[in-house]
């Protein structure tokens, strides 16, 4: 019944014996202890679980662990590169983007794909690229300057203030 | 102080090392899964564990029946009525719990579940609260000796006769029927939680989502007490928690029963509900249907007001309000505007729907207040074909009359209106919007400006008036400054986002002087927190934030006594700034707050006691009363009724700001929770009692896209009796933006004779009212 599964996650090899049925967020949460992956839904909706699958971002309570059989994940956890913190971290960090902190690491992995499909998206570009990933804190205008606050880092460009603009 | 820092707690949350409730695994730990109810109302005949328990990994299945042999299959609410914890003989809403099973995980629980067979006989449901008071409906608290109807309370506030004559004798009156749909919190961590029981030390420790963690470890002593969990038994652990709003304040009935398990079965108990049982189970906001009527005179005075509500409260009522306000802080209904009549009454029925009527970032019905008066007071502006600006302006209690006391007797304590609506008119170009609009207008083209200028009430409470279950609604802080200058600070609140780790070291760093860096900011354990009543309602600052502040000023005084001492001279000598003491006239004299720290530790004056901490319980005064002017402007497209919001401004007054960034990141969220009930938002039940929109999946909370671009500014007028003149933020945009946005779309479609539409304004509705007026 059981099914051998080899993964890497974050750089490193990771065998496992599941069960066929296991969902890829539960491999990750409870068999590899990687918690910065959260659950929102059951629905496929919310995106709190949202992490990269040979590169591409992919909610992982829509996949069965053995279905990343061989496959190469980067979760929140592998963000983080020699004691740096990723751009989008960064930006995020900066600019406010999050508060309660439940939806961000979906959030973050999601636009991390959005920037490596399209380095210098404009807002629209961004809103429709983030909507499978809700956030119930923000209202989202923070979360579009993160990331054009880490577009323009990855470009090499002087990012813009981080303060707060008011009318 | 007025600095935005950046957050402190960040660092764990963009690197994936927040520590939820669901990060928690422990040695042994079970999990548990709910069996719940596909019927409204029914009897339950039979339930049949058996095919369950030979489920590989199931370890028991837990009912009523169950519960009952320790008194615990029923909990009282905190509105002093009755939930049940499990049904022994009726299930009263869809997806009610009816069994809990518990296995060694967590698939193993929910193939148990699958797996019970529960015998029902169903009933037909009472689902529309009118009808709920009428003569023939069943009554469905059979369970209470003598009751014989559906009723729960009425209450009232204000003169009813004068009122009435008031209206008798008004030129003007204009009345609207609103209703104010059930919405759901929806934050996008659900609850859940651990319950670790050690039988050997007879010693609870319960991990949880909770808004409230002193709170509910009081609830739990109560309801568990006579089994031998007093207070002592019980910590109560609030890890970080993936939003709140409200949605986390009630007990719910899995952690009840988690306890209860983990008690008998003397192994820690893992719940965590789905994304679908959150929505259908757990405590709905709103539910209110007002009648709303304004009588006023022709040039455009406000007289008087009167509000009457019907509160559908599902099951039981389970709201989270003071004792003493049934209906929360409706009575703020009579705004922003200086009158002095004002009548409103309130009942509260029983229907076949989830217990609740808690909260959606706004516990207190300020929210359904607030729109009721926005949305009437531009239905009066519509009546005598005034602009609504002009309107509110001279309608507006003027900034000299504060502190204002209200018809409803509340007393505001600061705010300056007309700036504030000032403020949002120029920033939006509010005269050459109108210009536009008639353009637009003279085109057939549906454009539309909505005003909001709401005053909101929060900081609860003062002890004169606000308890819950009796404990009086201070809150706490407690600061201990170690030896070499830097601090510990813990309170009885509980952040879910609101980022308390960083405003209030911002708030004791600008009391003390020790740098905002080195204070460590903790709350959400009992057993190391000083009591407080959490937080919900716009409380934290207005509270804790106070005790904050006032526990600083207790050391600075002790530090005036040790400067005096290390610098021998007297007290009255000394002057402070932020972070020294100094010598009037000598300023090279002086020590800081870190020499003088050190010295409580190794110098202190003979007889002085050693140390340096300090514990303040904060009793506000009065409430505080933030208000805002809000202005949405929106396009229409008359031939699918799609509303485009065009832009927002929202103009917010909470008096001092202690961190701009923290601030305006609330209002932004705020809003988006504005236009969620204003535009998308509803739980809408059939007449048979099925939930049609329990899951996500069509239940719509706005994404990225439907959130507009939000624009924000402030006006400042202090709270006079807070510290430091803070006032609450979280919620004022949440209670402001819906009328603003309601009020924009209907004086789109105001030329084709449409007065009202109750939200959601979904496009269908704009349609079908188009439709009806032969507009299209």
Redesign the interface.
């Known amino acids: 019944m059981l099914k051998q599964i080899t993964v890497t996650v974050n750089g490193a090899q990771h065998t496992a014996e599941v069960e066929p049925r296991l969902l890829l967020v539960h491999l990750i949460r409870e068999v590899l202890n990687l918690t910065g992956t959260h659950i929102g839904c059951d629905t496929s909706s919310c995106g709190a679980c949202t992490i990269l699958l040979d590169g591409k971002s992919v909610k992982s309570c829509t996949m069965l662990a053995v279905q990343a059989n061989g496959k190469s994940i980067t979760t929140i956890e592998g963000m983080i590169q020699d004691g740096q913190l990723h751009p989008l971290q960064e930006g995020f960090k900066e600019n406010h983007a999050l508060h309660c902190g439940f939806c961000t690491p979906g959030m973050i992995m999601r636009a991390s794909e959005l920037l490596a499909n399209n380095p210098n998206p404009t807002e629209e570009e961004i809103r429709w690229g983030i909507s499978g990933n809700l956030c119930r804190c923000t209202g989202y205008n923070n979360i579009v300057k993160a990331i054009e606050y880490a577009g323009a880092k990855m470009r090499g460009e002087e990012t813009a203030s981080t303060e707060p603009q008011f009318v | 102080m007025g600095h935005?820092m950046?957050?402190k707690?960040?660092?764990?949350?963009?690197?994936?090392?927040?520590?939820?409730v669901?990060?928690i695994?422990l040695p042994g730990m079970l999990y548990m899964d709910i069996v719940r109810s596909p019927y409204a109302y029914a009897k339950i005949k039979n339930i049949d564990s058996e095919a369950a328990l030979k489920v590989p990994g199931v370890v028991a299945v837990v009912t009523g029946r169950d519960l009952e042999k320790y008194n615990l299959h029923w909990m009282p609410t905190l509105m002093s009525d009755t939930q049940m914890v499990l049904p022994t003989d009726t299930v009263m809403y869809q997806a009610q719990e009816v069994a809990a099973v518990i296995a060694t995980s967590?698939?193993a629980a929910r193939d148990g579940r699958e797996a019970v067979k529960v015998e029902y006989e169903p009933m037909k449901p009472v689902m529309d609260p009118y009808k709920s008071l009428s003569p023939d409906a069943p009554v469905l608290r059979s369970d209470k000796p003598g009751k014989k109807d559906n009723h729960i309370w009425h209450w009232e506030v204000g003169d009813k006769d004068k009122t009435a004559q008031v209206f008798a004798n008004a030129d003007v009156v204009v009345k609207e029927q609103m209703y104010i749909p059930r919405i759901h919190?929806?934050?996008?961590?659900?609850c859940g939680c651990v319950a670790d029981y050690d039988k050997v030390n007879n010693h609870l420790t319960m991990y949880m989502t909770t808004q409230a963690p002193h709170a509910i470890r009081t609830v739990i002593a109560l309801v568990a007490g006579h089994v031998g969990l007093t207070e002592e038994k019980i910590r109560v652990i609030s890890p970080?928690?993936?939003?709140?709003?409200g949605g986390k304040v009630p007990v719910y009935p899995g952690y009840v029963i988690a306890i209860a398990v983990s008690f008998l079965v003397g192994a820690p108990v893992k719940w965590i509900e789905?994304?679908?049982e959150n929505l259908q189970a757990d405590s709905f906001a709103r539910d209110y249907h007002i009648t709303a009527e304004l009588a006023g005179t022709k040039e455009g005075k406000i007289l008087a007001t009167r509000f009457k509500v019907l509160a559908d409260h599902g099951y039981t009522d389970a709201a989270a309000n003071p004792s003493k306000f049934p209906t929360g802080m409706f009575s703020i209904a009579t705004g922003s505007y200086d009158y002095g009549t004002a009548y409103m009454e309130a009942d509260a029925v029983y229907t076949n729907k989830p217990p609740g009527g808690v909260a959606y970032r706004c516990s207190f019905r300020v929210t359904e207040a607030v729109h009721a008066i926005e949305r009437i007071t531009d239905r009066f502006a519509l009546e005598i074909g005034k602009d609504p600006a002009e309107l509110r302006m001279e309608n507006f209690i003027k900034k000299e009359d504060f502190p204002w006391k209200s018809p409803t007797g509340w007393t505001y304590d600061s705010g300056d209106y007309v700036a504030g609506l000032q403020?949002a008119m120029d920033?939006i170009d509010y005269h050459g919007l109108r210009k536009e609009q008639a353009e637009k207008r003279a085109k057939g083209e549906l454009m539309g400006i909505g005003i909001s200028t709401f005053t909101e009430i929060v900081g609860a409470g003062p002890s004169k008036d606000f308890d819950i279950l009796g404990i009086k609604m201070f809150d706490s802080a407690e600061i201990r400054v170690h030896p070499t200058g830097k601090a510990i600070a813990r309170f009885g609140t509980k952040s879910?986002?609101?980022?308390h780790e960083t405003t209030y070291a911002q708030i004791i760093a600008e009391e003390l002087g020790i740098p905002a860096e080195h204070i460590q900011v903790e709350e959400g354990d009992t057993d190391t927190a000083p009591y407080g009543l959490g937080t919900y309602a716009s409380r934290s600052t207005p509270t804790a934030g106070a005790a904050a502040a006032m526990a600083a000023r207790k050391l600075r005084d002790k530090a005036r006594k040790i400067a005096a001492y290390l610098l021998e001279v007297s007290e009255a000598d000394l002057e402070w700034e932020p972070g020294k003491f100094s010598v009037k006239g000598a300023p090279e004299k002086s020590k800081t707050i870190q020499e003088i720290v050190f010295a409580a530790y190794t110098n202190h004056p003979q007889g002085m006691e050693a140390g340096f901490e300090a514990t303040h319980y904060y009793d506000p005064p009065n409430l505080t009363f933030p208000s805002g002017a809000y202005i949405c402007v929106v396009d229409i497209d008359k031939e699918t009724g799609g509303i485009h919001v065009r832009r927002f401004?929202a103009?917010d007054d909470c008096g001092h700001i202690i961190n701009?960034?923290?601030v305006?990141?609330?209002?932004?969220?705020?809003?988006?929770?504005g236009i969620a009930p204003a535009m998308y938002e509803e739980l809408i039940y059939d007449e048979a009692g099925n939930i049609l929109n329990g899951?996500?999946?069509d239940y719509l909370?706005p994404?990225?896209?439907e959130?507009p671009?939000?624009?924000?500014?402030?006006v400042v007028t202090p709270s006079p009796h807070h510290p430091i003149g803070a006032k609450g933020v979280g919620e004022s945009p949440t209670v402001g933006a819906p009328p603003a946005i309601a009020n924009a779309i209907v004086d789109a479609l105001s030329p084709y004779g449409i007065t009202h539409l109750d939200i959601p304004i979904t496009p269908f509705k704009v349609w079908k009212a188009l439709k009806d007026k032969g507009a299209i």
């Open positions: 935005s950046k957050r707690e960040d660092a764990r949350f963009i690197q994936g090392k927040g520590h939820y669901d990060d695994k967590r698939y919190v929806a934050s996008i961590e659900t970080d928690i993936g939003g709140g709003f789905d994304r679908s403020k920033a879910q986002g609101q980022g401004v103009i701009p960034m923290i305006q990141g609330q209002v932004h969220g705020g809003l988006t929770q899951t996500l999946m909370v994404t990225a896209v959130s671009r939000w624009e924000t500014g402030h």
